[in-house]
């Protein structure tokens, strides 16, 4: 770490899995590289609230931070909300911050892009304090985390409807009634996650995109209960739509995704990985109109 840290010019650095590195190296770094303005260190276990604190006194500049999979407190979150010019901070898997922490960082109001997947004790009043305090964020990520969505999440994705553009809700219980309150409020999304959702239904995937016609991408894995009639929906009010992964809806049929081949011919790229479609109907997909086609999956997992 004394070699990086004697390069006081550096702006990003990436410590990935660097497991030996403990706050003493971070703090090295932190001391030695006062203008860094992109740092991960996921993984790095060894690191620490001690080690965040001094990185957030001394590297001002800092705009991206990734801490996941840290065994952090809160008091990280506090050191880091002191950063006026933060853009972007991934806590993926930090399972000791809660919404104590999540509501620290609605003090300031440069946040563009929060990952908080797989966070365990993060809520949906969390994310609604820390929001209030937001006006620009463009990316959220709750995956694998809220027990349950609650309006007071929903209500304050409108205060954010202008900037929002990604939102990963990927395992979580999404009923047609959230997704219809996510379309009514987040015009402007070009990505939408929904892998391995369950409740996801026709009528909630028509409800989203009857508003969200700026969808690029959308993902439905394992969104087991999606038939033709989802598809339909998104061929006529996502036409500009790029990346369709469908992985796992076995009701899905080659009728639907001739709908979706015919009228969304800039999809780049589609993932039918055991969607039950067989030779005869995957000659029937008029996969030739797709002239932007880059990626075409189309596998099934053999059960012995």
């Given amino acids: 770490m004394a070699a990086v840290a004697a390069a006081d010019g550096l702006r990003e650095l990436a410590l990935d899995k660097c497991l030996a590195v403990t706050d003493m190296g971070l703090a090295k770094v932190a001391v030695g590289c006062p203008g860094l303005q992109r ?8 690191i620490s609230d001690i080690g965040v604190e001094l ?7 800092l705009r991206s931070v990734d801490i996941s999979y840290l065994k952090v407190s809160n008091e990280s979150l506090r050191s880091l909300s002191t950063l006026e010019k933060l853009e972007d901070l991934a806590m993926v898997g930090c399972l000791f911050i809660d919404d104590d922490g999540l509501q620290m960082l609605s003090s300031g109001n440069s946040l563009q892009s929060i990952d908080v997947s797989r966070c365990d004790h993060v ?4 994310l609604a304090l820390l929001l209030g305090g937001q006006s620009f964020v463009q990316k959220i990520n709750v995956g694998h985390s809220l027990h349950e969505i609650e309006m007071c999440f929903l209500s304050k994705l409108s205060t954010i409807k202008e900037t929002l553009t990604v939102l990963r809700l990927d395992g979580l219980e ?3 009634s959230i997704l219809q309150a996510i379309g009514g409020s987040c015009k402007n999304l070009v990505e939408i996650g929904l892998s391995k959702c369950s ?11 009857a508003h969200c ?10 969104c087991h209960l999606l038939t033709d009639g989802a598809l339909a929906a998104i061929a006529v ?15 899905v049929s080659e009728k639907g995704l001739e709908r979706i081949a ?3 011919s800039h999809l780049k790229e589609i993932d039918l990985t055991d969607c039950r479609i067989n030779d005869t109907g995957n000659c029937n997909i008029p996969v030739s109109s797709l002239v932007f086609l880059k990626k075409f999956i189309l596998t099934f997992e053999l059960l012995f």
């Avoid at 990185?55 to 500049?61: D, E, I, N, P, S």
């Avoid at 809520?123 to 969390?126: A, D, I, L, R």
């Fill in 199 to 209: 409740g996801v239904t026709d009528a909630g995937i028509a409800s989203l995109v």
């Fill in 237 to 251: 009010n996502c036409r500009m739509v790029e990346c369709l992964r469908l992985e796992s809806c076995p009701f």
């Fill in 262 to 264: 015919t009228l969304c």
């Fill in 213 to 222: 016609n700026y969808l690029r991408t959308i993902d439905l894995t394992c």
């Fill in 174 to 176: 999404v009923f047609s």
């Fill in 123 to 126: 809520t949906s009043q969390g």
């Fill in 39 to 46: 740092l991960s260190v996921k993984w790095c276990r060894e």
């Fill in 55 to 61: 990185l957030a006194k001394k590297c001002r500049q």
